[in-house]
């Protein structure tokens, strides 16, 4: 089954401000969350019955039911809850994550079945139980501030340096994000020899209880972007690859519009979007230094409030990603210079009233809404 969600939230509309709330804490940690107001263009046009049913039986590793009185009266979360309530039956192990907000009593859902209760719990505790039951035991999203700012002077031997790569090589290939890392370093851990269990102790890695340190999962982040960072450029700086280089571009998470400007460049050989395949296929975006100044907020919507000052957002994203670099380009003089010094200039997206390459990265993602 694809999981590719961490936590799909059933509820009534009643209820939409306290889920909305529980969401949004958990987006911004970096979970994977299945809320219906953040998937409006993707519900659009489809048979929805079959969606959910779909996305709350194989989609999800967890869901979260929200407990109403007025939960127990919508058709649709009867159908999204028959749906999680079949996935629970066939794994025999927990999936089904009851929030009580009264004592109304659901159909299916036994009383002797664990819940937290939203009465007695704030969104914040509620947060990180959820955290803790996705595994992620640093309690949530760590910046994506790469290792040498975080520790300058740390050098690993020789041998543990060779003994990790392998390690992640085996393990950890396919993690893109920190929190995924921990998630599934946490499983596999017991394959570690205690021989460099003991080394990873001796140098700050893990605990003595054998848990990544946060500077052990920067290190180990780091090594796995560098893997899969050198995996992706060489798919893009190797011509005899590009129909895989195609095929993982179509299977992306992407919108239409940039999946189809991305395969274009790719079969024209055009350099100019070289750079945003290799930053979003990975969905590893520290190579802008800009993504580092304000992790609080979504670093895309700051661009677009910023470029909004002086362009038309939707005019923007209707050009070609060419088209969008030269328009900028012609009128850079135009965005208001507290702006441009403040912003654009100290964060590298312009240099010279040109923009940079990881700056076309930046604004090419934010204009096509590629949220990370």
């Known amino acids: 089954m694809n999981r590719d969600i961490d936590v799909a939230l059933s509820f009534a509309g009643e209820d939409r401000e306290i889920v909305e709330e529980l969401a949004a804490q958990l987006r911004s940690k970096k979970v994977r969350v299945f809320y219906d107001d953040y998937e409006k263009a993707d519900l659009w046009g489809k048979d929805l019955y079959q969606y959910l049913s779909e996305t709350y039986y194989s989609r999800a590793k967890?869901?979260?039911?929200?407990?109403?009185?007025h939960y127990v009266k919508k058709l649709w979360t009867q159908h999204e809850l028959k749906s999680a309530q079949a996935r629970e039956f066939s794994q025999n192990t927990e999936y089904i994550l009851p929030l009580r907000?009264?004592?109304?009593?659901?159909?299916?859902?036994?009383?002797?079945?664990?819940?937290?209760?939203?009465?007695?719990?704030?969104?914040?505790?509620?947060?990180?139980?959820i955290m803790h039951k996705l595994g992620y035991t640093n309690g949530g999203y760590l910046s994506f501030i790469p290792l040498i700012s975080n520790y300058p002077d740390t050098v690993l031997p020789t041998d543990l340096?060779?003994?990790?790569?392998?390690?992640?090589?085996?393990?950890?290939?396919?993690?893109?994000?920190?929190?995924?890392?921990?998630?599934?370093?946490?499983?596999?851990?017991?394959?570690?020899?205690?021989?460099?269990?003991e080394e990873m102790i001796e140098h700050e890695l893990l605990s003595n209880d054998n848990y990544l340190s946060e500077k052990g999962l920067n290190i180990l982040y780091r090594l796995v972007v560098e893997g899969s960072r050198d995996s992706v450029e060489s798919l893009v700086n190797d011509r005899s690859k590009y129909d895989k280089l195609a095929e993982t571009i179509i299977e992306s998470n992407l919108n239409i519009k940039v999946k189809n400007e991305l395969l274009e460049s790719v079969y024209r050989n055009d350099h100019l979007l070289f750079p945003v395949i290799i930053d979003v296929l990975y969905s590893e975006s520290s190579i802008n230094l800009a993504k580092r100044?304000?992790?609080?907020?979504?670093?895309?919507?700051?661009?677009?409030?910023?470029?909004?000052?002086?362009?038309?957002?939707?005019?923007?994203?209707?050009?070609?990603?060419?088209?969008?670099n030269e328009y900028i380009n012609s009128n850079i003089e135009k965005?208001?210079?507290?702006?441009?010094?403040n912003f654009f200039q100290e964060y590298y997206l312009v240099n010279d009233l040109r923009i940079t390459t990881s700056g076309f990265i930046s604004i090419y993602e934010a204009v096509n809404k590629m949220d990370f």
């Open 161 to 197: 340096s060779s003994y990790l790569r392998s390690f992640i090589k085996e393990y950890l290939k396919n993690c893109s994000t920190q929190m995924e890392v921990d998630r599934v370093f946490n499983l596999v851990k017991g394959n570690i020899s205690n021989g460099f269990k």
């Open 293 to 324: 100044y304000k992790p609080e907020l979504s670093y895309e919507q700051d661009i677009r409030n910023k470029l909004s000052s002086t362009f038309d957002l939707e005019y923007l994203y209707n050009l070609k990603a060419r088209q969008l």
């Open 62 to 69: 967890f869901c979260l039911v929200f407990i109403s009185s």
């Open 335 to 341: 965005i208001p210079e507290s702006i441009l010094k």
């Open 101 to 129: 907000l009264d004592d109304t009593a659901v159909p299916g859902i036994l009383p002797t079945l664990g819940f937290v209760d939203l009465r007695t719990h704030s969104i914040e505790a509620v947060v990180n139980l």
